[in-house]
Nanobody, 120 residues
Framework: QVQLVESGGGSVQAGGSLRVSCAAS?????MGWFRQAPGKEREGVAVIDSYGGTNYAESVKGRGTISRDYSKNTISLRMSNLNPEDTAVYYCTAKTRSPCTVEDREFRYWGQGTQVTVSS
């Protein structure tokens, strides 16, 4: 069983940036972020595998950067040029095998989520 603990998030004005981080209790192949806005389905944002391969949702390409510290089993997502459509609860997630993509729906482990609110 892998535990995921998120940190970061909060409120920011449109055009600003923020970082969310996640610490895993152990090594795991694929880690990433999904988000869920009110009234919408949960969607993948960015993921990174154990080789450093990354995959981003089209909506965050060019604005988001996911990174991973393999020695600490942590990941971070930095997003810039935020807009109100980025407002959501951001969930850290992880899985033990490929594929490691934002389209995949077989992520097994989930954090509690952290709120990100972007005001206009």
């Amino acid at each position: 069983q892998v535990q995921l603990v998120e940190s970061g998030g909060g409120s920011v004005q449109a055009g600003g940036s923020l970082r969310v981080s996640c610490a895993a209790s152990g090594w795991i192949y694929c880690m990433g972020w999904f988000r869920q806005a009110p009234g919408k389905e949960r969607e993948g944002v960015a993921v990174i595998d154990s080789y450093g391969g990354t995959n981003y949702a089209e909506s965050v390409k060019g604005r988001g950067t996911i990174s991973r510290d393999y020695s600490k089993n942590t990941i971070s997502l930095r997003m810039s040029n935020l807009n109100p459509e980025d407002t959501a609860v951001y969930y850290c997630t992880a899985k033990t095998r490929s594929p490691c993509t934002v389209e995949d729906r077989e992520f097994r482990y989930w954090g509690q989520g952290t709120q990100v609110t972007v005001s206009s």
